[in-house]
């Protein structure tokens, strides 16, 4: 394996950020009502976590039920951490029944817009009867704890409700973002063997509508192992195909169920679920996430991340599809007790103020978005967010990426109205739950900088070989002690988590993220190092695109790389080369880039696509994508070549460029 730093972006984004020095201390009014109130309250916790962690995780663990306790709080190497030992409990009884069940029955638990304007109000007792009957419905279906139960659909408030009434019986879900192919749904199906999909008819986005029941009926002609599917009717009149003996309609198994489910009693390193996602090799990798470990990690940095009250509106505006919509749009702040707003379509419509039309709306409290969709609002203009008041906003989050320090400048101005602390949260699919964040009412926030660690969490930035690399020098982002939220394999494919993460950085998890920390402790992330392309806040393996690519007739091999870009953080270049007889047209160009989007989803469709004849490879055979980035990025090469095989490819790359 060659050098992990092969991403030159990596010092750019150094030099940027290392001339960002303002600084923004919490807000006294909000610091005065805030769960941790100073920096130097935030730094005993912070000690105590790290000095005795597993004192301070059994009593984050201790704010939740358990059907019965653990024996060990925590055991084994950070490559095999098991956590809450022996413990029983369910994530749906933390998220739903401890509320409904309690003082909290009729305080709104899901308040949902759809994108034509409707409105629905679930409240914790109603949510406990919907996911009851819903569980109910699964088990009328034969699915029984451990099975893995897909679900692709649309954002509604049933979304929310397939995951608890799978977290209630056990069973395993996957969910699928909504926007993924019928390809990208077989392939997850098939990888873990669901039994059952949960889908709907049709979902609502930009005016338009998705037609999420047709492909998952395309994607299921290669899936023998599913033997229903539950549909959702989203739509007034639905006109989608029903398979006789498979495919049931949501409502009317809703009537006939049972109103009353009891919970399984998980152990606490049962699986709850898995998610695919991008890593630099292979096919995406299903991680697996376990119950008691992951229900600790999400319910405490929901606590004190978002600061939650009780009279908050919360609105994470992530897709349930990806692991932010997991984490903080469902579990996180259900276990809460939360108001979760959701919506399910796009901001931009009917027109770009949609979301600060639904923030006054709903006097949304705790708003929680992406770097890449607050770029887009800066484009729009200010008119949009004008129009609004925004006074019942007092906390504002950001994830998926680094935030630029303009657009955290904007964000603090324009949204927060220099009235909100604002949370740079970094995290993973992997890490189950935020990593590095700032505590609000405690920790200054610095812009483009997700600050200081959580609870618990102690990052280090190391040299390929380990070794501590001096503050302010940029290195690989590392883990060496367990957290009780990291996933804890790769479905059907161990061997494959051991070398993902823990195989490059000796008895460290290894984030694939460079990252330095300054004189104060903050940290800075500045991108990946792998193979990995952040494009709009959507992690993509260049393998996934290329493997796409080369799967079509005419295409003979492939590369993509990513280069910036000042919308969606990164595009996808892709260089291609086409087999012997098949002539570059500019129409195969727009051919190939709408296949991978058929192949895999849209948001992988490449921006550039490029026809070579041949790429660029060292001696050994291997792709050098780190020419091929500065290629896409800059229009020529600078960098060292003395390993390319063949010189005449890179001038030839050169040429070819429009
Ligand atoms: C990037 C999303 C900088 C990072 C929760 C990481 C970030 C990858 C931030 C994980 C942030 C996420 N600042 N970079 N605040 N948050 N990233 O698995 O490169 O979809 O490795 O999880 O996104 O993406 P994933």
């Known amino acids: 394996m060659g050098s992990l730093i092969g991403n030159e972006s990596v010092g750019t984004n150094m030099d940027s950020l290392l001339r960002e020095n303002r600084v923004f201390a919490p807000p006294a009014e909000f610091a005065a009502k805030a769960h941790v109130k100073s920096v130097a309250e935030y730094e005993a916790m912070y000690r105590r976590s790290v000095e005795d962690p597993e004192a301070f995780w059994a009593e ?25 030992v022996g413990g029983k409990l369910n994530l749906c009884h933390n998220s739903v029944d401890r509320h409904a069940l309690g003082a909290r029955k009729d305080k709104v638990a899901l308040l949902w817009e759809g994108e034509p304007g409707e409105v629905r109000k679930i409240t914790y007792g109603e949510l406990h ?45 996957s969910v699928v973002f909504g926007g993924f192919a ?36 395309e994607a299921l002609k290669k899936c023998p192992t599913v033997k229903n599917v539950v549909v959702f009717q989203r739509a007034a009149s639905s006109a989608v195909s029903m398979t006789e003996g498979r495919d049931i309609w949501w409502h009317e198994a809703m009537a006939l169920a049972g109103a009353e489910c009891a919970a399984e009693w998980m152990d606490s390193e049962d699986p709850l679920y898995i998610l695919y996602t991008s890593g630099t090799t292979g096919k995406p990798k299903g991680l697996v996430h376990t119950t008691g470990g992951y229900s600790v990690g999400t319910y405490l940095t929901s606590k004190y991340v978002f600061d939650l009250r009780e009279d908050d509106v919360y609105w994470c505006t992530a897709d349930i599809g990806w692991v932010t919509g997991h984490s903080y749009v469902v579990y996180g702040p259900l276990q809460n007790g939360a108001t979760v707003m959701m919506y399910e379509g796009a901001p931009n419509w009917p027109e770009p103020d949609r979301f600060w039309k639904i923030v006054d709306a709903h006097k949304v409290s705790v708003f929680y978005t992406a770097p890449t969709a607050i770029r887009a609002f800066t484009k729009w203009g200010n008119e949009w967010v004008d129009k609004y008041s925004l006074a019942s906003l007092r906390l504002l989050g950001t994830v998926g990426e680094p935030i630029n320090p ?20 970094y995290w993973q699919t992997e890490t189950g739950a935020i990593m590095i964040a700032p505590i609000p009412g405690a920790v ?10 959580f609870f618990g969490i102690v990052p280090e930035v190391v040299t390929q070989e380990g070794e501590p690399v001096p503050d302010g020098q940029g290195g690989l982002l590392v883990f060496r002690k367990p957290w009780p939220s990291l996933a804890r394999t790769i479905y059907g494919d161990p061997e494959r988590y051991k070398q993902a993460y823990f195989s490059e950085i000796p008895g460290c998890y290894f984030t694939g993220d460079g990252a330095r920390r300054d004189e104060d402790g903050y940290f800075w992330l500045m991108g990946r190092v792998d193979d990995v392309i952040n494009v709009s806040g959507h992690r993509l393996g260049t393998m996934e695109i290329e493997s796409a690519l080369v799967a079509h007739v005419k295409v003979a091999e492939a590369a993509v790389v990513g280069r910036p870009d000042a919308m969606k953080g990164q595009a996808i270049a892709a260089f291609v080369t086409l087999e012997g007889g098949c002539e570059a047209t500019e129409e195969l160009k727009q051919e190939l880039r709408q296949w ?24 050994s055979g291997k792709i050098m994508r780190r020419l091929l980035r500065e290629l896409a990025e800059t229009g020529e090469v600078k960098g060292d070549t003395t390993t390319l095989e063949d010189f005449g490819v890179i001038a030839k790359l050169r040429e070819n460029d429009e």
């Open 60 to 84: 984050a663990a201790g704010e939740l039920e358990w059907f019965a306790p653990w024996t060990k709080v925590q055991e084994g190497e950070i490559a095999e951490a098991k956590w809450f």
């Open 129 to 173: 009867e919907q996911v009851q009957r819903f569980a109910n419905v699964l088990k009328g279906l034969g699915v029984v704890k451990g099975d893995r139960v897909a679900i692709y659909m649309g954002m509604c408030p049933e979304l929310a409700i397939a995951l608890l009434a799978c977290a209630r019986i056990g069973a395993i879900h």
């Open 182 to 217: 019928s390809h990208a749904i077989a392939d997850r199906v098939n990888d873990s063997g669901c039994v059952a999909v949960i889908t709907q008819d049709i979902s609502y986005r930009r005016g338009g509508e998705v037609k999420l029941k047709s492909i998952v009926d």
């Open 406 to 425: 303009e657009s955290w400048m904007w964000y603090h101005r324009e949204i927060g109205k220099e009235r909100c602390p604002i949370v740079d949260t």
């Open 444 to 453: 200054a926030a610095k812009p483009g900088s997700a600050t200081r660690p």
């Open 596 to 619: 991978v989007a058929k192949e895999i989803g849209a948001l992988a469709r490449p921006d550039d696509l490029r026809f070579t004849d041949a790429l660029p490879k060292t001696r």
